[in-house]
Antibody, heavy 115, light 107 residues
Framework: EVQLVESGGGLVQPGGSLRLSCAAS????????MNWVRQAPGKGLEWLSY????????YYVDSVKGRFTISRDNAKNSLYLQMHSLRAEDTAVYYC????????WGHGTLVTVSS | ETTLTQSPAFMSATPGDKVNISCKAS??????MNWYQQKPGEAAILIIQ???TLVPGIPPRFSGSGYGTDFTLTINNIESEDVAYYFC?????????FGQGTKLEIK
């Protein structure tokens, strides 16, 4: 069974940093590209970033370019999102999702940016 | 950026009804459209991929149609368990984009 479990969310002050993790199981992680997606309270979903299976191709949405960094460790079956210079508008539930065609999602981890 | 306009935002249906949810893309995305179902507290589930392909294990009362810019998710013979939030995703062009979602209520 494919499982994606996000962790690392929490309360952070504006301007702060946070690193999210996504633990993958039930499939060959190293064979799949991965994505990060978020949903702010009361808002729609926003795709944030994509990383290919071998980390050679990476994309970001403009709103997080230069502040967020996606990475992965295939030996640990893990995906990461390093977030810097966090703003109130980054408050959201953050999801990892598998594959370029986005077939499986995790349950998400809540990030709250507030003083 | 490809804008997806999803409608309606909210709908209420009676068991046995047929409902249609629309997703219109601002530019041609071929058939790179997925539909998802999300229930409170649960992970989103892919129900239709590549615009028309029913994901294995999803009840056949769900179907998808469309190509290019106009897409529709149809639910036939709605059941009470179909209460959920439904949304579309285009994965043809970076950045991927989502529709605003549809909250389906069962009367």
């Amino acid at each position: 069974e494919v499982q994606l479990v996000e962790s690392g969310g929490g309360l952070v002050q504006p301007g702060g940093s946070l690193r999210l993790s996504c633990a993958a199981s039930g499939f060959t992680f190293s064979s799949y590209s991965m994505n990060w997606v978020r949903q702010a309270p009361g808002k729609g979903l926003e795709w944030l970033s994509y990383i290919s299976s071998d980390s050679t191709t990476i994309y970001y949405v403009d709103s997080v370019k230069g502040r967020f960094t996606i990475s992965r460790d295939n030996a640990k079956n893990s995906l990461y999102l390093q977030m810097h210079s966090l703003r109130a508008e980054d408050t959201a539930v953050y999801y990892c999702a598998r594959a370029a065609h986005v077939d499986y999602w995790g349950h998400g981890t809540l990030v709250t940016v507030s003083s | 950026e490809t804008t997806l306009t999803q409608s309606p935002a909210f709908m209420s249906a009676t068991p046995g009804d047929k409902v249609n949810i629309s997703c219109k893309a601002s530019q041609d995305i071929d058939d790179d459209m997925n539909w998802y179902q999300q229930k409170p507290g649960e992970a989103a589930i892919l129900i239709i991929q590549e615009a028309t392909t029913l994901v294995p294990g999803i009840p056949p009362r769900f179907s998808g149609s469309g190509y290019g810019t106009d897409f529709t998710l149809t639910i036939n013979n709605i059941e009470s368990e179909d209460v959920a939030y439904y949304f579309c995703l285009q994965h043809d062009k970076i950045p991927y984009t989502f529709g605003q979602g549809t909250k389906l209520e069962i009367k």
